[in-house]
């Protein structure tokens, strides 16, 4: 068995015990907290998805920093800014995710965002997180991604360390343009289908091997490699 499916959300016990050392479990810092406890193992994300964030809270903050911290945890997200579907406007979305990239930093786990025409100030926090690390920052994950290949190139250009983690639904222009640009930059993901993660890669006409290495690659930053 090997890590293929970097984003899925799972609603039972026994979904999460399957994705157990195969997907990269996402949800929030309570729940995460709770499936630690009850000693499911991961590999998991967590992070204040964008839909829920009402609020700047460092309550909030320092909650998602202790859960972040656990080995079990390799990511930070998801993450991000959504400007068509939201509780909080841009202006706190952006303050919560910024917190988000600076733990990433802090942790060296890749982060995994979720974006909604809100490409701008997402690349606003990256550019002023890489700026105060002053170093290599971790990869940033743009998951379900189905941008137009004007979008990937934009983003390739503004955030170096970036990959495209693709779904059940996908643009096929910018798939063809990725495959012959920045192949080694596609990762695949389940999210929430019902679809095996295999039948994804293979309607993505992927290899196994090359979205492993892809994933292999993608979690394992400058302080060394999360995932076996
Ligand atoms: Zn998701």
């Excluded at 499916?5 to 015990?17: F, G, I, M, V, Y």
Aim: glycine share 6%; charged share 20%; aromatic share 6%.
């Amino acid at each position: 068995m090997q890590l293929l499916d970097c984003h899925r959300h799972c609603h039972s016990a026994e979904a999460l015990r399957a994705s157990a050392g195969v997907a990269i479990v996402s949800s929030d810092p309570p729940t995460v907290e709770q499936w630690l406890w009850e000693g499911f193992s991961g590999p998991f994300s967590v992070g204040i998805h964008p839909w829920d964030v009402t609020e700047y809270s460092e309550s909030q903050i320092d909650k998602l920093r202790l859960v972040a911290s656990r080995p079990e945890v390799v990511a930070i997200g998801e993450t991000g800014i959504d400007t068509v579907r939201h509780q909080a406007p841009v202006g706190v979305q952006q303050q919560v995710f910024s917190a988000h990239a600076q733990l990433s930093v802090e942790l060296c786990k890749p982060l995994i965002i979720h974006i909604v025409k809100g490409l701008d100030p997402v690349v606003e926090v990256l550019r002023d997180a890489a700026d105060e690390a002053k170093a290599d920052v971790p990869p940033v994950i743009f998951h379900g991604f189905r941008g137009k290949p004007q979008m990937a190139r934009q983003i390739l250009r503004a955030v170096p360390n970036a990959y495209f983690s693709m779904g059940e639904r996908f643009n096929a222009e910018t798939l063809d343009w990725l495959r012959a640009q920045a192949p080694d930059r596609i990762l695949a993901e389940t999210d929430e289908s019902t679809l095996p993660v295999t039948q994804i890669i293979s309607r993505l006409g992927l290899s196994e091997s090359e979205v492993a290495a892809n994933v292999r690659r993608a979690f394992s930053c400058a302080c060394g490699p999360r995932l076996s």
